[in-house]
């Protein structure tokens, strides 16, 4: 199918925890953050897995999943994503189309976009995490 509009395709990239507290069976368990404003004092970590989203946008804040990957204890959710985006850049669907992708301040690092730098049909708008020099620097 065609995603496009006017020869650009809109995906957005994220990793999110899925709580599973209650899985004791679940292969591949490990430690996820999860906010927690509940009980004062808890740490902000639950039991549970990490999702890797790769989402093509239709109208603003509308989207749909075309890539859910379950990232692994051992793997890294940066390393998944860029999988993930190369494979749909370079699928029949994208050939001659720009993709414009947006992620996160977790993207924003020379893990996920030295890679990304070989496709020339593909633009990353990632935000930039600023410290807390730079920002008092200003």
């Known amino acids: ?8 395709i ?22 996820v953050y999860t906010v927690n404003e509940t009980i004062a004092g808890n ?18 804040k509308w989207s749909i999943p075309v890539s859910l990957v379950r990232v692994k204890s051992f793997e890294r959710a940066i390393a998944k994503g860029c999988g993930q985006l190369e494979a749909l850049v370079q699928s029949a669907a994208c050939a001659g189309k720009l993709v414009v992708n947006s992620a996160d301040s977790g993207y ?6 030295a890679p990304m730098q070989a496709h020339k049909n593909l633009v990353n708008v990632v935000r930039l995490r600023m410290c807390n020099r730079l920002v008092t620097a200003l």
Do not use: W
């Open 108 to 113: 924003g690092h020379a893990a996920f976009m």
């Open 43 to 60: 740490k902000p970590v639950e039991i549970g897995y990490l999702l890797s989203s790769l989402n093509i946008g239709f109208e603003p």
């Open 1 to 8: 199918p065609d995603f496009s509009r006017h020869g650009v």
């Open 10 to 31: 809109r995906t957005a990239l994220d990793c999110t925890p899925v709580k599973k507290p209650h899985s004791a069976c679940l292969e591949d368990r490990q430690f």
